[in-house]
């Protein structure tokens, strides 16, 4: 300690993908259920299309919901919203237990739910249809989410491989009681001598000025005997090379203790080791 720093260029090449791509075409389980659901919404006769027919629809099938908020344009995280300002309650699945009819009558007030139904379920679409409605779907949003956590998921895989006792995604005590986020902490928050940021992004946005003011504030409050150290990937940081410049600034100015990638994970491995052994922990 501290690890070598390679030039700000040198670390640009190691960033890698950290979402696959996903074929728009695969079945998930996601996908078969929104199938059937819609099949069986194609199955009411259109005589019986009512207000009174989608309540019992959803009473039997609770978790079906939100195939209605999808038909007008609501996604699962809007939907949440949505529910929750207007009942307290993002939970679809009691609400449609126990209070169906209330929310079929919200859905078509507010949405024309019934009028949705009737122009799209079974209308036959074509290949722009499908493209318009891609262009325009959040349906990757969860698969990102999950890519989001393989950076955590590995720093703390590393940690416990280790046996160090640690925490994750909390805030740990630095000068002068003062405090700042961390995505994993050893050996707890208020006792910290190892804290790590982990930042993986292939999308870009603020969300990556986030991360640089939260390593800013980690490596303002350090202590002397508190390692800092970044593991941080994904190609979205290409598109925010000012903000990934700042954290390797940090590095070159010794303001933290290493900054890595996950192609360079053995290196974090070694220096995290070699971190608790100077504060006996290992």
Not at 36 to 47: K, Q, T, V
Not at 226 to 233: E, G, L, R, S, T
Request: glycine share 6%; with cysteine; charged share 25%.
């Amino acid at each position: 300690m501290p690890a070598p720093v390679p030039s700000f260029e040198e670390y640009v090449l190691s960033l890698g993908q950290l979402t696959p791509h996903v074929d728009p075409t695969a079945v998930t389980a996601e996908s078969a259920a929104i199938k059937l659901a819609s099949r069986s919404l194609s199955e009411i006769p259109a005589d019986e299309l009512s207000a009174e027919a989608i309540t019992a629809w959803i009473e039997a099938h609770p978790t079906w919901v939100p195939v209605l908020g999808l038909t007008v344009g609501l996604s699962r995280e809007r939907l949440k919203n949505v529910l929750r300002n207007r009942f307290d309650s993002s939970g679809w699945t009691t609400l449609a237990r126990t209070r169906g009819p209330e929310l079929v009558d919200w859905f078509d007030t507010e949405f024309d739910l019934i009028a949705a139904l009737e122009n799209q379920r079974l209308k036959t679409y074509d290949f722009g249809d499908i493209l318009i409605a891609r262009a325009g779907t959040r349906a990757t949003a969860t698969r990102a989410g999950v890519s989001g956590r393989k950076v955590e998921d590995e720093i703390e895989a590393i940690a416990e491989s280790l046996g160090l006792p640690y925490q994750t995604r909390t805030r740990f005590t630095g000068r002068n009681g003062s405090t700042a986020p961390c995505d994993l902490v050893v050996p707890d928050t208020t006792d910290a001598k190892i804290v790590v940021a982990a930042k993986g992004f292939d999308s870009t946005g603020s969300k990556l000025t986030d991360a640089v003011r939260e390593i800013q504030e980690m490596a303002a409050i350090r202590k002397p005997n508190q390692f800092v150290m970044a593991v941080i990937d994904g190609i979205g940081w290409k598109s925010r090379i000012a903000d990934l410049r700042r954290i390797h600034d940090l590095w070159a100015a010794d303001e933290i203790d290493g900054m890595y990638t996950l192609a360079t994970l053995g290196s974090f491995r070694s220096n995290m080791k070699e971190a608790a052994q100077l504060r006996g922990l290992l």
